[in-house]
C-alpha cells in the first residue's frame, strides 16, 4: 500500500508547487509526459498485479485467456496490438508498457487540448480516479476511455472554434470533428463500447437549461424505479451477437451501483460547477461539455445501477471528464485567497478518499515489480 500512496503524494505534491494561476506552462505538461512514461514502466513491470493480469498474459502468449475467450473474439485494435507485438518479439510486460503508455498519451493529449492549466492536477484526478482500475485491471478499457475522452474534447474544440468561425463570417472546417469521430472509433477498436459515446456527439457541448437539468435527473431516477435494467437486458442481447456481451451480462448484474462517497462526491461537484460557475458553463464549451459528461455519468449511475457495466463502461468513462472540470473548478475559484484555499482543499480531500477504491479488492495488494518483466516472460 505504501508504493501507491506514494505516488499519490508525489502528484499531489507537484499539483499544488507547480500550478499556474496564469499561462499554461508548456514545460509541465512535457514533463508530465515523462512521467506518465516512467508510470507506464511500472504497468509494464507489474508482476501479478491486477485481477486481470493472468488471463490478458495468457491471451497475449497463448492466445487463448484463463476463462477461454480466444483472441479472434477479442475487439479488431487490441487483437492487432497482440498480433503486432508478438511479431516483433515484445515481452508481455513490454507490450503492457506499450499499450500503458499509448493510453496516458491520449489522456496528456486530451488535458492538453482541454487548456487545463494544472496538468498535474488533471492527472492526479486520473490517478486517484481509474489509473490502478484502467492500467492493472481492465486494460482494454482503460484505452478505451482515454480515446473517447479525447474525441470529445476534439468535438468540443470544433464547436468552439465553429461558434468563432460564425462570428467572423469565415470558413467553417471540419478536421477536429473527423478527428474526434476518428478518436472514438479507435477507442471502440479496442472495446466496442467506445461506439455508444458517438451519439452524444451532436448534443453533449450544448448548454443545458434548468429544465433540461432537471428533466433529465427526474428521467434518470423514473428509469431506475421503472427497472430499466431489464431494458439493457433486453438491448444487449438484441443488439449484440456475441457471446462476450451475454457474458458481461450474466455476471454483472449482481454488481448493483451503490450509493458511494464517489457518486455524493460527483453530484456536489456537478452542483458546483453548474450552478457556482453559470458564466464559465455559459460561455466555455469545454467546460460545458465536460460539466455535461459528468452529468449523464450520474445518470447512468442511477438510472442503471443495478448494472454495474453500464456504469462502470459508459458512466465512469464520462466521469473522467472530472480530470477537466476539477482543475478548471481549482482555476477559477481564485477569486479569493481564502475561496481558492477552501476549494482546492476539498478536490484534494475528495481524491484522497476515493483513491483507495481503486486499488483495493482487486489483487492489486502487495504490488510488485519485477524490471525483467519488461524484457522476457
Not at 508547487?17 to 512514461?37: E, T
Not at 456536489?268 to 455559459?282: D, S
Not at 480530470?323 to 473548478?329: D, E, G, K, Q, R
Request: aromatic share 20%; charged share 15%.
Amino acid at each position: 500500500m505504501f508504493f501507491y500512496w506514494s505516488i499519490w503524494f508525489f502528484f499531489l505534491l507537484l499539483s499544488i508547487l507547480w500550478k499556474d494561476k496564469h499561462n499554461i506552462d508548456k514545460f509541465n505538461y512535457y514533463l508530465l509526459l515523462l512521467f506518465l512514461v516512467i508510470m507506464a514502466l511500472i504497468t509494464g513491470g507489474r508482476d501479478s498485479v491486477g485481477s486481470d493480469w493472468a488471463s490478458y498474459k495468457a491471451l497475449y502468449l497463448w492466445g487463448v485467456s484463463e476463462a477461454g475467450m480466444e483472441i479472434d473474439e477479442i475487439d479488431p485494435l487490441y487483437r492487432l496490438s497482440i498480433i503486432a507485438g508478438r511479431s516483433v518479439g515484445l515481452s508481455y510486460g513490454m507490450f503492457c508498457f506499450v499499450i500503458s503508455l499509448l493510453s496516458l498519451w491520449a489522456f496528456w493529449l486530451t488535458i492538453k487540448i482541454a487548456k487545463v492549466k494544472n496538468c498535474w492536477l488533471a492527472f492526479l484526478v486520473y490517478l486517484s480516479l481509474v489509473f490502478c482500475y484502467y492500467q492493472f485491471n481492465i486494460v482494454r478499457h482503460g484505452v478505451m476511455s482515454s480515446f473517447v475522452l479525447l474525441g470529445m474534447v476534439l468535438v468540443a474544440r470544433y464547436y468552439n472554434k465553429n461558434k468563432e468561425v460564425r462570428k467572423k463570417e469565415g470558413k467553417i472546417t471540419y478536421k477536429d470533428l473527423l478527428l474526434g469521430v476518428i478518436s472514438i472509433v479507435v477507442g471502440a477498436g479496442f472495446h466496442s463500447s467506445g461506439l455508444m459515446f458517438l451519439l452524444f456527439v451532436p448534443f453533449i457541448h450544448r448548454r443545458l437549461s434548468n429544465f433540461s437539468l432537471w428533466l433529465i435527473v427526474v428521467l434518470g431516477f423514473g428509469l431506475y424505479f421503472l427497472h430499466a435494467n431489464d431494458l439493457v437486458e433486453l438491448a444487449m442481447k438484441y443488439l449484440f451477437v456475441s457471446t462476450r456481451y451475454e457474458n458481461y451480462l450474466d455476471t454483472s448484474r449482481w454488481s448493483d451501483a451503490q450509493l458511494t462517497i464517489g457518486t455524493l462526491g460527483k453530484v456536489f461537484i456537478f452542483l458546483y460547477a453548474y450552478y457556482g460557475n453559470g458564466k464559465l458553463y455559459k460561455e466555455n464549451i469545454l467546460y460545458r461539455q465536460s460539466v455535461n459528461l459528468l452529468l449523464f455519468a450520474l445518470f447512468f449511475s442511477v438510472a442503471f445501477s443495478e448494472y454495474g457495466i453500464v456504469v462502470n463502461r459508459l458512466g465512469n468513462t464520462m466521469a473522467l471528464s472530472l480530470a477537466i472540470v476539477l482543475p478548471y473548478l481549482s482555476y477559477y475559484s481564485n477569486k479569493g485567497e481564502l475561496m481558492h484555499f477552501a476549494v482546492n482543499t476539498v478536490i484534494y480531500i475528495y481524491l484522497g478518499l476515493y483513491y483507495p477504491t481503486s486499488f483495493m479488492d482487486r489483487n492489486m495488494l502487495p504490488f510488485t515489480f519485477e524490471i525483467s518483466n519488461l524484457f522476457s516472460n
